[in-house]
């Protein structure tokens, strides 16, 4: 199974973009998905995740209320509004099969997409 994002680009501060994660091999509905990101110089970090039903979100400080996760049976989304300059990062989708685990953790994922890239400008 290959997970694959799509959605990244080009955006001014407070614009929007939506990235998508898709799954192939497998469906999407199966798995916990998170997404991460990285910027240059720095670690990745935890963004968002949501559990394979749907039933519970999770956000980084930085995102909430400014980023939606959300989920169908193809794909799992995130919507970024209000985005700033420090937004800039490779963003990551991965997907994980581990029951009880912390989703805000990179260690609890069994797959991971190529990254797309997030670039705003002020």
């Known amino acids: 199974v290959q997970f694959e994002e799509s959605g990244g680009g080009l955006a001014q501060a407070g614009g929007s973009l939506r990235l998508s994660c898709a799954a192939s091999?497998?469906?999407?509905?199966?798995?916990?998905v998170g997404w991460f990101r990285q910027a240059p110089g720095k670690e990745r970090e935890f963004v968002a995740a949501i559990t394979w039903r749907g039933g519970n979100t999770f956000y980084a400080n930085f995102g909430k209320g400014r980023f939606t996760i959300s989920r169908d049976h193809a794909m799992v989304y995130l919507q970024m509004n209000s985005l700033k300059p420090q937004d800039t990062a490779v963003y990551y989708c991965a997907a994980g099969e581990k029951l009880g685990v912390d989703l805000t953790y990179q260690e609890s994922y069994d797959y991971w997409g190529q990254g797309t890239q997030v670039t705003v400008s002020s």
């Open positions: 091999g497998r469906t999407i509905s199966s798995y916990a």
